[in-house]
């Protein structure tokens, strides 16, 4: 009786089949370990917020921040007053800069980009003053 050599298609299978368990294995091993280590944060959330448009009234980031500001305050913790603060100008690059200049690291003012803000930090524009680090 002969054996079969197992064609390059069956050994192709077994191959992926050792790497498809091993990436599995891993995925647990670190799902298991983050979930041992996730814990909520207690925050203290402030009472108002000012959310920076660096857009003028009534374009997409100003649309989209005004119809999300309802919602993001009825479900973050506190109930926050969200107050948009639309900043014209500079192809966002003015409001950007302005937000950079007065944000507290307290969570008090968010800034609503949009590529035509992060490009300019990316490409390196000399008019940037803000560093998304």
Do not use: C, H
């Given at each position: 009786?002969?054996?079969?050599?197992?064609?390059?298609?069956?050994?192709?299978?077994?191959?992926?089949?050792?790497?498809?368990?091993?990436?599995?294995?891993?995925?647990?091993?670190?799902?298991?370990?983050?979930?041992?280590?996730?814990?909520?944060?207690?925050?203290?959330?402030?009472?108002?917020?000012?959310?920076?448009?660096?857009?003028?009234?009534?374009?997409?980031?100003?649309?989209?921040?005004?119809?999300?500001?309802?919602?993001?305050?009825?479900?973050?913790?506190?109930?926050?007053t969200i107050m948009i603060d639309n900043v014209p100008g500079g192809g966002s690059i003015n409001?950007?800069?302005?937000?950079?200049?007065?944000?507290?690291?307290?969570?008090?003012?968010?800034?609503?980009?949009?590529?035509?803000?992060?490009?300019?930090?990316?490409?390196?524009?000399?008019?940037?003053?803000?560093?998304?680090?």
């Open positions: 009786m002969m054996t079969r050599k197992p064609s390059s298609f069956t050994a192709s299978r077994l191959a992926l089949s050792r790497v498809t368990r091993a990436a599995a294995l891993g995925i647990a091993i670190a799902g298991a370990s983050l979930a041992g280590n996730a814990q909520a944060a207690e925050v203290e959330v402030p009472a108002n917020i000012k959310w920076t448009v660096p857009f003028g009234v009534g374009g997409g980031t100003d649309v989209w921040a005004r119809f999300f500001s309802p919602w993001l305050s009825d479900y973050i913790p506190g109930e926050p409001g950007a800069n302005l937000f950079a200049m007065r944000a507290k690291a307290d969570g008090s003012n968010w800034l609503g980009t949009s590529a035509s803000t992060q490009y300019p930090a990316m490409l390196d524009d000399r008019r940037v003053r803000y560093d998304y680090s």
